[in-house]
């Protein structure tokens, strides 16, 4: 089990000093500890361990929360179709279940790539892959959809 914040306030000792150190959609990463990252509902998730490195140190053993969007949630729904979803999510095998177009995957960066650039500061221990999705979809009362 691998449990993460990425949005919280820590009291943290660096460059040799107590701090506060805030992680706004940020996961921690020191060495040894481990981490999930997620990708878009189609792309696989990794656990990350965090390694020891000047990389590391400058980011204050922060890396990323996730791939990253390359549309924001109103250009993403005007941008792409269902259909287009569908198809990408079928392609990749994944069953979507609620969902709309603000969280479709080609919104969002490709994980792998993201990933490359944070090597000197994580390891991925293991890679999941997505069989299916439950989100709740437009229209649909959720009080904690953000």
């Known amino acids: 089990m691998v449990h993460n914040h990425h949005n919280y306030a820590w009291r943290e000792n660096h460059f040799g ?3 506060w150190v805030v992680r706004k959609g940020a996961t921690p990463a020191r060495p040894g500890q481990r981490g999930f990252i997620g990708g878009s509902m189609g792309d696989d998730a990794v656990i990350v361990e965090g390694v020891e490195s000047e990389e590391a140190k400058a980011s204050l053993y ?14 993403a729904k005007r941008r792409f179709t269902k259909e287009q979803m569908s198809a990408w999510l079928q392609e990749r095998g ?47 009362f959720d009080p904690w959809k953000d």
């Open 94 to 140: 994944v069953v979507l279940i609620g969902a709309d177009l603000d969280e479709s995957p080609m919104a969002y960066r490709r994980l792998p790539e993201v990933l490359a650039h944070h090597s000197n500061s994580i390891k991925v221990q293991h890679t999941l892959r997505p069989f299916a999705v439950c989100m709740a979809g437009d229209g649909e």
């Open 62 to 75: 922060s890396t990323v929360h996730g791939a990253g969007r390359l549309f924001g949630r109103k250009e």
């Open 17 to 19: 000093k107590d701090l």
